[in-house]
């Protein structure tokens, strides 16, 4: 009798450690599941980690987690933003942060942004300690450094963003932990990875440079919002290249105003700069845009043509004309 009521105590006990074990790694909520953000820096020690996860509400001792670490020897957990459910067990905060998977962001880069437009949309998402200045920044510098097409004027300050045409539009899932350096660096490589060696073998059989291309290539992404008349729209750039005609590309303008306008000033026309090819022949020093596929693919592979000119319809739409006569008089019919 007293021996089966020793075993019956002894399970008791264990019974009641079991359950208090259980307690101290599960969900501190077991109802409705609330997101919880945890910043876990670099160099931060498991007792840090622990205390951090406590405070948070994650965990319901900082005790427990730090011996499971213990026992377990793990002692490298990867530092990042993290996003837990109050819902979540000790087991699966803890798998989370050893295997690093930590909390992402995504962006969505538009064909034809400008470096402006992407750091504004960067701005725009509002993560932890980012800084747009610091990011343009840095682009401007990898872009410089990085030496993608063996141009020393990259480097210059002549021109006004070198890192321009040098980022592919993508939707891109970042880590939230990035910070201004590794989001250009992964930007920057992007481009060199996929978009810099075609525009090198594009330029095996063209006249004109890998980097010239890239810049044509921006030019008709800013001024051919039809994908269909891209090509179209290339040949008239070419054309006029090789009769060393002014491209007069309202597009080009655009790119050096302070704002966006919905129509183009005479006065505009006007503004001093290498960029505006109302004042210069031949192309601007850099890209004004960055290109998607459809306008690399145009700047590529320019439709034959005649044309030399050509006027933008209410709808977005082009008509061409071979001269400036029949430019004219088509502006006259459309009016």
Do not use: W
Request: proline share 5%; hydrophobic share 40%; charged share 20%.
């Amino acid at each position: 009798m007293k021996k089966t009521a020793f075993i019956f105590l002894i399970f008791i006990i264990l019974l009641g450690f079991s359950l208090k074990c259980y307690s101290l790694i599960g969900p501190v909520d077991q109802g409705n599941p609330e997101q919880v953000m945890v910043e876990i820096k670099k160099g931060m020690t498991g007792k840090d980690i622990s205390q951090l996860l406590e405070k948070k509400g994650l965990i319901k001792s900082s005790s427990v987690f730090y011996v499971l670490l213990r026992l377990k020897g793990i002692n490298n957990l990867k530092a990042g933003y993290y996003k837990f459910l109050s819902t979540d067990s000790l087991f699966i905060i803890l798998t989370k942060i050893r295997q690093g998977q930590e909390e992402i962001f995504q962006l969505t880069i538009p064909e034809g942004f400008t470096v402006a437009e992407v750091i504004k949309r960067f701005n725009e998402l509002d993560f932890p300690d980012y800084k747009a200045s610091l990011l343009q920044k840095e682009l401007s510098r990898q872009a410089a450094a990085a030496k993608l097409f063996q141009l020393d004027f990259l480097q210059s300050g002549d021109l006004i963003e070198p890192a321009e045409g040098l980022i592919i539009p993508d939707t891109y899932n970042f880590p939230l932990s990035y910070t201004e350096k590794q989001l250009a660096a992964a930007l920057i490589g992007d481009f060199k990875t996929k978009r810099l060696p075609e525009l090198k073998q594009a330029a095996l059989n063209s006249e004109y440079s890998a980097y010239q291309i890239l810049i044509i290539a921006s030019l008709i992404e800013a001024e051919g919002k039809i994908a269909a008349e891209r090509k179209i729209i290339a040949s008239v750039i070419y054309n006029r290249l090789a009769l060393g005609m002014p491209l007069q590309l309202d597009a080009t303008v655009q790119y050096l105003l302070p704002e966006r306008k919905t129509r183009i000033l005479y006065s505009d026309l006007e503004v001093k700069s290498p960029y505006n090819t109302y004042q210069i022949k031949g192309l601007p020093p850099a890209p004004i845009s960055n290109p998607g596929d459809s306008a690399l693919q145009a700047a590529f592979k320019p439709a034959a043509t005649d044309y030399l000119f050509y006027f933008a319809k209410k709808d977005g739409s082009h008509v061409f004309s071979k001269n400036y006569q029949e430019h004219l008089q088509k502006q006259q019919d459309i009016n």
